[in-house]
Structure formats: structure tokens, C-alpha cells
């Protein structure tokens, strides 16, 4: 066990670059150079190929510099590199791949020695041990997946997809990428809108009849990457769609409204067109949501809290019309959006960040700054690309906080039933069934989510996605640890020596982190202590002080929290044309998970700290009593009108007149 001052030597370091000399230990001198590249934040010159492109060429993108607004797909956010962050384009990773075979098969086996079964590992490592959070509220369980699904998705469900192959057209834009001559494939297509970059992304087999030759394409012998389906940034895109083709489908071209159902009295997202297909249907009739990321009908959790944002589009839409009634649709629609995304990014990085990682390392790592003004801390040589680490163990460690029955809560707090997770998946009818929206919402703000640990709730290990007719269904940490190995992560031990802490050379090492029982599963489990997952390892770590993960998870989340915010031109907290005058700004910081609820849905009371549980220093009050924007500094002031802002009003009304 380490003593306290190793301890505070060790989180004084957390902040500094990796450990130069352990990285050293670990690479060739050539992997060096491109984990080197991770770090330096190169930006790519006419000899070096952009990695986004897949070697293809010129990135397919020209921009308006002068855009005040997000693309819907993130192209054009950073102007050196237009394409950064945009959909289907590779995770990048903070250590080489780490495949069975060096290129792309998973990891099964480490130097000759078989990896256990990733069921086995879960079964011995993560059962089911009903520990409820001391503090936190199944909100911050179910705002966390808000964040994943904003932010990254494996293109292939039940199945990674490596490019092997990429082909590119004779103007040096990538057509496809392939894994293997009899693979399925995921296929990229940019489309003619030289603008844009709306993809397709669609699998189909190889067509052997035409060449590699003709196509233009190339053999990669560089280790695989996968794809991520949907744009790296922090935006809201599962609200707005990762698209402008999506993204039209969602609106309704009407005092800058989202599309939405009306049904006893209340908002509903649009309909699927593919229901049967995407939800478990009892009837036809039943509820299956179409929203801007086609998870949405996960949970009904998930499709509560998608829904709310849907509904807070509207509200901040009505409102900004009824202020400046000569606005056109189109303003209108994207000052919602706008506001909507920089009130999400707020409660994202100053309410629900800390819980995860800590307060004191969110001001550390400048995540969160103690100040009243702008920020401007947008670095344009920064990446926002999501890592694979993070999206493929780390933040995947927070599965643990799922709970497998949902509580049905009445205004005074108490309990009026409860949903077993597994009855209710890909099932999001019970929404609009009896107050059922509101109930749910209260339980998410009443019912403990499970502590952030090793044991998870049966309802994901034993009976995720089960059939109707059917006892069990798949393990999610299973599908995890497997995850990653098809990702070829690199192990726990690799990510203990970059982040400063001793390789482990016997499984006792890991007992700095680790507790005794797990370390003796571990050497029961794995042949060495060189081939433990990072995704298990990293999940057994004690929590770092006020975190919810251990360190390893920690360096992951920060780097990437800090990507996000600091690669993202768009950053709410940032001045200049983009950003929001002091006054707005104000408002902007009065954003709370709390008053989010409240204002979208018929709940009358709520604590302030929404992610926390109720207790005297947390009360119930009522809804009004809770911050809340005002709009009024959005209000047009005859100055405004007749300025430059008169000039983008005439210029908006001219494009949606064409
Ligand atoms: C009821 C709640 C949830 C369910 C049923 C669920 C289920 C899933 C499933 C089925 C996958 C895809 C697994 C795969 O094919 O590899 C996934 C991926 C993931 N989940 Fe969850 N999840 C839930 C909540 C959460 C929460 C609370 C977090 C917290 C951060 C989270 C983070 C992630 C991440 C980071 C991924 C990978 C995203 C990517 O593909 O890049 N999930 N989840």
C-alpha cells in the first residue's frame, strides 16, 4: 500500500507530461515516434498525410472561417484541420496498438500464454454485489451515457471492423476502407457537397470483379484502428444528428422547433420510421423514437433525458421568438441550439465532471476554471479526436453504476413500483404509459445509483438485451473486456509505466492500487502479470481521492476531458464571434441538471444538485426556486438591429427564402 506522501507526490505528477524515461522502456524506437506524435500535437504538412485521411489526400472540406455557428457534423470546428472530430474517422489512440498478431487480430494470447475468456474474467472479477452509491443520484449514472453517446460509437455492433484496405478516388478523397477481401466491411463515401462531409456509412462484401488497382486503393501495413460513427465533440449531436441531412429530418422549420409528437397533452420525439425494427414492439402503436443518435431507444431512461433536451430546444426556441419576433426560423433555430449546447457543455464540465474525477484534479488539470469571464483557452493545435482508451475502457468503467430496476417515484419521494432493466430495454412505450415520464424522472432524481466499482448489477452480466421468451441475454462487461481486446489496447501494465507508476513484475505490484482478493484473482485468472486487460486492471484500482476511478482511469479522462474542451473553437466559455456576450454568459452558468428537469417535464419539486441525493444540505424545493436563464439578454436591442446583426438577420432570411 502506498503511504500518503507517495500518494501526494504521485496526484502532484498526475498534471506533467508521461514519464519520458518509462516510455522509453517500453518502445522501439520507432513506436516511439508515433506515440511521440500524441503528444506533440504535430500538425500535418503537404508531406505528411493528415491521419484523418486515411493517406488519401486532401482533406474533403473548405471552410467558412467566418461561421458563427457548429457544422452538425464537426467539420470546419478546427480550421487547420477541418476534418478533425468529424464522423467515421478513426478513435486515436496514447499508446501503440497492441493486436495477437501486431496488425489487427485481437489480443488472445500474450507472448505464447493464453488471455482467460472474457466471460470468465467477468464472472470471477464483477458479480453481482447490490452496493448503492453513498451520494450520487442514478442521474449521473444516466447523464454519463448522454456524454458517450454525444460522443463516440464503434461503427459494428456485435463485431469490430478493421480497414485493412483503403481505397481512394482519383481527387484523393477516401472511398472505402476495407478488412479483408471476404469481410463485411464499413464503406465511407463523401458525397459531392464539397462543403459538407455527409458520409455513408454502409457494410457490404468486397466486390472481387473490380481490382484494387482500378479502385485506387492500398494495402495498410500499419496496425488497425477503428471507427467511431458519430462527431467527436461535446455538442449534442445525439439531440441534433451528426449530420445536415439528419439534422433536417429532426426539424420542423417553424419558429426554429425540433419536430415533435403531441399525445396527452405533452411533447414527444418523432416517431421511428424503421420502429419495428429498432424496438421490442407489444403493439404497434407503442413508442419507438427517432432522435439525432439511434440508441436513443436503449433505455427508457436514455429516451427520457433525449427527450428533455428535444423539449428544451423548444422552450429556449418559443421564448427567443416571442423576444425577437423578427427573427427568422433558421436564427431561431440555432440560437436554441446554440444556447441548449453551451447550457449541456456547462452542467457537463462544472456539475457532472467533478463527481467523476474530482474537483480538486478537474481544477488541476484546467477541466474547470475558478473564474467569473470568458475562458478562451481553445488551442487549435489540440485534437479533440475521442481516444480508444477512453471510449473503450475507461469511461466504459461507469457500466458499473447501472441499477437493474427502475423506480417509479411519486412528488413526495416515495416509491410507487419498480421496472426490472432487462423488461424493459429497446422498450420505451412505459414513457407514456400512466405519468410514467414523470415518475421515471423523480426516480432518477431519488433512487442511488450503484457505487462506482468492480460489481455489477445481474441485469447487464447475465440478462442484457434478453428476448422476450428467452431466461438470459449477453454480459455488457464481458462484451467489454472483449471490446477492447478486438481494439488492441494496450495492457494495464503499459498504462501504470506511462502514467509514472511501477511496472509490475509480480502480481503483488499491483497491490498499490489493487486490493489483496483482486490481485489473488488476477494470478489465478492471467498466466503473467504483463497480460492483465487495461480494462480490468484499471477498474480494480482503489478511487483516487474524490474521484469515482483509480489513477490509471483518471489520466485517461482527464486527457480526454481536456482534449474536448480545449480542441473545441466552439467552447461555450470562449469569447469572440462564436461565443456569448458577459451578460449571456451569466446565464449560460445557471444551467443545472435540476432546473433541466424541472422546466421539461411536470415534476414540481427537485433538490438543487440533481446528481446528488437528497439530504438537509440537498432539499426538495420547488421548481421555481431553482436558477434558471433568463433569455431576456438574447432580446435584439434596436441598436443590435439596425448593426451587424440586422445584416445576419437579412443574410438568414435571404438563405431560407432560396
Ligand atoms: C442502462 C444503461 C446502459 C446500457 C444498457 C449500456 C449498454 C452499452 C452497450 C450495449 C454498449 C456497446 C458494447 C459493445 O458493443 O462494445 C455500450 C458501449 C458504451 N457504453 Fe454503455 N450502457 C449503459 C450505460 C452507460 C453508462 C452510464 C456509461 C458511462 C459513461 C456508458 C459508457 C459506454 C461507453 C463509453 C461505450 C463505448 C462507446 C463507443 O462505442 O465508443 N454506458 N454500452
Not at 468503467?397 to 424493459?424: A, C, K, N, P, Y
Amino acid at each position: 500500500q502506498r503511504d500518503s506522501s507517495t500518494l501526494d507526490s504521485f496526484f502532484d505528477d498526475i498534471f506533467s507530461e508521461p514519464h519520458q524515461n518509462s516510455r522509453k522502456s517500453i518502445f522501439s524506437e520507432n513506436s516511439l515516434s508515433n506515440y511521440n506524435d500524441v503528444f506533440t500535437f504535430q500538425p500535418p504538412t503537404s508531406t505528411t498525410p493528415d491521419p484523418r485521411t486515411l493517406g488519401c489526400g486532401t482533406p474533403p472540406h473548405s471552410c467558412g472561417p467566418n461561421a458563427i455557428y457548429r457544422s452538425y457534423d464537426g467539420a470546419c470546428n478546427n480550421l487547420r484541420n477541418p476534418i478533425w472530430g468529424i464522423p467515421n474517422t478513426p478513435y486515436r489512440r496514447l499508446l501503440p496498438a497492441n493486436y495477437g498478431d501486431g496488425i489487427s487480430l485481437p489480443t488472445t494470447a500474450k507472448g505464447g500464454r493464453a488471455l482467460p475468456l472474457a466471460r470468465s474474467v467477468s464472472l470471477a472479477l464483477y458479480p453481482d454485489v447490490p452496493i448503492f452509491d453513498p451520494i450520487y443520484t442514478l442521474n449521473l449514472m444516466q447523464y454519463s451515457q448522454i456524454v458517450t453517446h454525444d460522443m463516440s460509437r464503434t461503427i459494428g455492433s456485435s463485431q469490430t471492423r478493421h480497414y485493412k484496405t483503403r481505397c481512394c478516388s482519383p481527387e484523393g478523397q477516401l472511398l472505402e476502407l476495407a478488412e479483408s477481401p471476404d469481410h463485411c466491411f464499413p464503406i465511407v463515401l463523401p458525397d459531392n457537397d464539397p462543403a459538407h462531409s455527409k458520409t455513408k456509412t454502409k457494410c457490404m462484401s468486397f466486390d472481387r470483379s473490380i481490382t484494387n488497382k482500378d479502385r485506387n486503393c492500398v494495402e495498410d501495413s500499419t496496425p488497425a484502428d477503428q471507427l467511431t460513427s458519430v462527431n467527436h465533440y461535446l455538442d449534442l449531436s445525439l439531440v441534433y444528428g451528426n449530420d445536415a441531412k439528419t439534422s433536417r429530418l429532426l426539424r420542423q422549420f417553424q419558429n426554429g422547433r425540433l419536430r415533435t409528437e403531441h399525445r396527452s397533452g405533452q411533447q414527444w420525439l418523432p416517431r421511428a420510421t424503421n420502429a419495428s425494427q429498432t424496438c421490442r414492439l407489444l403493439d404497434e402503436k407503442d413508442a419507438c423514437y427517432m432522435a439525432g443518435d439511434s440508441r436513443v431507444n436503449q433505455s427508457p431512461h436514455l429516451a427520457l433525458l433525449q427527450t428533455i433536451y428535444v423539449r428544451e430546444h423548444n422552450r429556449l426556441a418559443a421564448s427567443l421568438s416571442a423576444l425577437n419576433p423578427h427573427w427568422p426560423d433558421e436564427r431561431v433555430f440555432q440560437e436554441a441550439r446554440k444556447i441548449n449546447m453551451a447550457a449541456y457543455q456547462h452542467v457537463t464540465y462544472y456539475e457532472w465532471l467533478p463527481h467523476l474525477v474530482g474537483r480538486r484534479y478537474a481544477l488541476g488539470a484546467k477541466l474547470i476554471y475558478d473564474v467569473d469571464d470568458h475562458v478562451d483557452d481553445y488551442d487549435e493545435k489540440v485534437d479533440p479526436t475521442v481516444l480508444n482508451e477512453h471510449a473503450t475502457a475507461a469511461f466504459r468503467h461507469f457500466h458499473s453504476m447501472i441499477v437493474g430496476h427502475l423506480h417509479l417515484v411519486s412528488e413526495h419521494r416515495t416509491s410507487q413500483g419498480r421496472i426490472r432493466l432487462s423488461d424493459v430495454l429497446r422498450r420505451p412505450q412505459i414513457l407514456e404509459e400512466k405519468h410514467g415520464f414523470e415518475a421515471l424522472t423523480r426516480g432518477l432524481s431519488a433512487q442511488l445509483q450503484s457505487a462506482s466499482d468492480q460489481y455489477h448489477d445481474s441485469e447487464i452480466t447475465q440478462y442484457l438485451f434478453r428476448g422476450d421468451n428467452e431466461t438470459f441475454g449477453i454480459d455488457l462487461k464481458a462484451f467489454d473486456i472483449q471490446r477492447a481486446r478486438d481494439h488492441g489496447l494496450a495492457t494495464y501494465n503499459d498504462f501504470r509505466v506511462l502514467w509514472g507508476l511501477p511496472r509490475a513484475r509480480r502480481f503483488e505490484d499491483f497491490l498499490d492500487w489493487i486490493s489483496e482478493e483482486n490481485v489473488r484473482k488476477l494470478a489465478t485468472l492471467y498466466a503473467d502479470p504483463e497480460d492483465v486487460d487495461l480494462s480490468v486492471g484499471g477498474s480494480l484500482e482503489r478511487p483516487a481521492p474524490g474521484a469515482l476511478v483509480g489513477p490509471t482511469f483518471l489520466r485517461i479522462l482527464i486527457e480526454q476531458f481536456s482534449r474536448t474542451r480545449r480542441g473545441d473553437r466552439y467552447w461555450y466559455e470562449n469569447a469572440g464571434k462564436t461565443g456569448f456576450s458577459d451578460r449571456q454568459l451569466i446565464e449560460i452558468r445557471k444551467a443545472s441538471v435540476s432546473r433541466l428537469l424541472c422546466d421539461n417535464t411536470g415534476v414540481e419539486y427537485m433538490q438543487p444538485r440533481g446528481f446528488e441525493k437528497l439530504f438537509e444540505g440537498n432539499p426538495l424545493v420547488k421548481c421555481e426556486q431553482l436558477p434558471s436563464m433568463d433569455l431576456s439578454k438574447w432580446k435584439e436591442t434596436k441598436s443590435d438591429q439596425y448593426g451587424s446583426e440586422n445584416f445576419m438577420n437579412r443574410a438568414f432570411n435571404f438563405i431560407t427564402s432560396l
